[in-house]
Structures are given as structure tokens and as C-alpha cells.
């Protein structure tokens, strides 16, 4: 009988475990691998969604909880809170012993999974290195998990190359796309009618805007006045708006507290701490455009054939398709740029047939096969240099 293989997922906020949903359903689903969730960061937080109801909902076995997100909206409260992180990762995977560290992205869980698995001789597997966004602090955390890490699984093969090119051996790098895309060809459809009731907002008619803006690390003293930039333009727009709360960033206080703002006066305009997966995967599906700075506009919208309208410098030099209008923290350029995607016919077409770099909904099924299937031992924790 062959040992089944212990794998730890280590998530911390809801858009990255959107992201790792699907690799996560997978392992459990695959007959040598073995599931365990360590939750952590904005997850345990109540002022953000409390996410770690939606894990336990989605049957997730929770090997752990680690609460480190600290009372506070400074840079220096982020780096102690990944300091708690890391204390409290170590002694959980002393007691679960994995032959696996799965981490996504960018963000301080990944770099403190990265660096616990990378000193404990455990096994890290990281998703979407090799990805750039100039200006941010999370394009150095991405580069940095990338040369810790064991395995990579690319989101596109622009994104393998770069890994290859940092030094990472062929044989590490596993060009599987982008997992959050599997949860649109997973996930059951909701009618117009049915999501305008689960999310108490009518979505029978449109136009209909989807807002979501984070902070940028390097730009947090800007954070409040840049989303009152945003809201200016959405006020004025008139359209019908969904917001979604921020990351649990240094800075997305202000964010959240401009967000209410302007809320409170404007009728037209909803928001959510926090968007249940079915109901948000099929509001993607319904709205017809995306304004704000969040990487789904880049990675997941082409896939959707959404227009997205990507304002400030976040996804500054990403690599993307067609869909994308990018525009700068200016009332007037926002709302020329939402009523160009809305209005003009030969964008609309072009929309339609937008490239989408980053899979075919199918990484889940591909990350676990590779983890069950990588061979074992020194030759993968002992990494050499590809030149």
C-alpha cells in the first residue's frame, strides 16, 4: 500500500484562498495525498469576514489556526504580524510533520511558509512565482518565496520563464496556469434572480460595476485618498455598484473607512466585508465592469471576457490581455475609461475575443498530480543553481 503523502496548505486571506480552492479540493480528492490547512492572518479576523467559516464549510480539514493579524493599520504592524505567523507555523509543523508546504503568491504568509519549510528541510511548493508588478512590496516577497521554494507552478509560461531564468532548474517548474480560474467551470451557475437575493442588491438590470481597490506598499500614506479618487467617479457614474473590502493591508483602514463614506450616501452603491466563493464567481460572470487594482482584473477577467478598468499603479508592467484599460488615480479618466468599455462597440468585440494567458481551469487536477508523483528526498530539498 503506498503511503499517502501529507500535504500542508498554509492560507491567510480570502482572495488567495480563492486561489487555492481547487489545488486544495484536489488533494483531497487524490487517493496518495493527504490534506491539512494551517489558517491564519485575515481569516481569524471578524472585521474581515472571518473567512475561516468558508473553509470550514467548504469540509477543508483545519490542522491549525494561528491568529496573527494585529489591532493596527501600519507598515510595521504587517512585519510583526508575519513574525507571529512564523512562530506559531514552526511548531505546527513540527507536530504535523508534512512531506509538503504549499503557499501561494506573494503575501507574508507565503515568504514566512517559504522560509519554516526552507529551514526545516520540509518540501515548498510555491504557486505563481515568477509573476512581476512593479512598485509593490509583494513583487520582492514573490522573487524571494521563488528561491526558497522546491517545486513552481507557474501561471503562464512568460511567468516559468522568468522562474528558469532566476536560476531554478527545468525540472522544478510546472507551468499549470492560474487555479482561480477552476472555480468558474466548478462551481455551479446562479441566475440573475437568484444572486440579486443571495446578495440582497438587484442585478436584473444593469449596467452594473464591481469595485475592488487594495493599498500599495509603497503609496499607504496615499491609500484613503486614492479610493476617494475611485468613489468620486462611481458616485458620479450613477451605475449600479458592488465593493468588496480591501486586503488586510497597512493602509486598508482608510480604504474601508472612505468605502462607508460614501455608502452611506449612495443608494446605487453596495458593499461586502466579504463574498462567499459561489455567489462571487457568478457576480464576475454578471457585472460588466471591473474597476479598482485587484490582480482578478489581470489573471481571471480575460477568462471571463470582462472589461476591467485598472486605475493607479498595481499591476503596473503585468503581463495581461486585451480587456485591460489602465488609468491613473483621476476622477475624469476613471469615467471616461468605464463608459468607453461599456459604450464602444469595437473594445466590446475585442473583448470578446481576448487572449487568456493563464490556463484552461484545469491547474488544481495538475498540482496534485505533481505532488504525488515528485520523487522525494535530497535531490529535492538540496537545490542547485540551472547555470
Request: charged fraction near 25%; glycine fraction near 6%.
Amino acid at each position: 500500500m503506498v503511503k499517502r503523502r501529507r500535504i500542508v496548505v498554509l492560507t491567510g486571506i480570502r482572495s488567495e484562498y480563492d486561489i487555492l480552492f481547487s489545488p486544495m479540493r484536489a488533494i483531497q480528492e487524490h487517493p496518495n495525498l493527504e490534506l491539512q490547512v494551517v489558517v491564519t492572518g485575515a481569516h481569524l479576523a471578524p472585521s474581515f469576514g472571518y473567512t475561516v467559516q468558508q473553509i470550514e464549510e467548504d469540509g477543508f480539514p483545519i490542522a491549525d489556526r494561528i491568529e496573527s493579524l494585529l489591532d493596527s493599520d501600519t507598515a510595521s504592524s504587517r512585519i510583526k504580524s508575519a513574525a507571529i505567523q512564523l512562530v506559531g507555523l514552526v511548531q505546527t509543523l513540527e507536530r504535523v510533520e508534512p512531506d509538503f508546504l504549499l503557499v501561494c503568491g506573494d503575501r507574508e504568509e507565503t515568504i514566512m511558509g517559504a522560509l519554516a519549510g526552507a529551514y526545516m528541510n520540509i518540501a515548498v511548493a510555491h504557486i505563481a512565482g515568477g509573476d512581476i508588478v512593479v512598485g509593490n512590496i509583494d513583487d520582492s516577497v514573490r522573487h524571494a518565496v521563488t528561491k526558497l521554494a522546491h517545486l513552481h507552478f507557474t501561471i503562464s509560461e512568460e511567468s516559468a520563464e522568468r522562474v528558469r531564468k532566476m536560476g531554478e532548474e527545468s525540472s522544478r517548474v510546472h507551468c499549470v496556469g492560474n487555479p482561480a480560474l477552476d472555480r468558474f467551470r466548478l462551481l455551479p451557475s446562479l441566475t440573475p434572480e437568484e444572486l440579486s437575493e443571495r446578495l440582497d442588491f438587484d442585478l436584473t438590470t444593469g449596467p452594473i460595476l464591481l469595485a475592488i481597490q487594495h493599498v500599495i506598499s509603497s503609496e499607504i500614506e496615499d491609500a484613503g485618498r486614492q479610493m476617494r479618487i475611485t468613489m468620486d467617479a462611481i458616485a458620479e457614474l450613477g451605475y449600479k455598484t458592488l465593493i468588496s473590502y480591501p486586503n488586510s493591508d497597512a493602509g486598508s483602514r482608510e480604504i474601508i473607512r472612505v468605502i462607508d463614506e460614501y455608502a452611506q450616501q449612495l443608494s446605487f452603491v453596495k458593499t461586502y466585508r466579504s463574498l462567499p466563493r459561489l455567489e462571487f464567481v457568478n457576480l464576475l460572470k454578471m457585472v460588466d465592469v471591473l474597476i479598482g487594482n485587484s490582480s482578478l482584473g489581470i489573471l481571471e477577467a480575460p477568462y471571463l471576457k470582462l472589461p476591467v478598468i485598472n486605475v493607479g499603479n498595481r499591476q503596473k508592467k503585468r503581463q495581461h490581455a486585451e480587456n485591460v484599460i489602465y488609468v491613473p488615480h483621476d476622477k475624469e479618466s476613471i469615467k471616461q475609461a468605464v463608459q468607453f468599455a461599456l459604450t464602444d462597440q469595437e473594445f466590446r468585440e475585442q473583448i470578446m475575443s481576448c487572449s487568456n494567458l493563464f490556463g484552461d481551469g484545469y491547474a488544481g487536477e495538475q498540482i496534485a498530480r505533481v505532488l504525488a508523483d515528485v520523487q522525494l528526498g535530497a535531490s529535492l530539498i538540496i537545490k542547485d543553481w540551472a547555470y
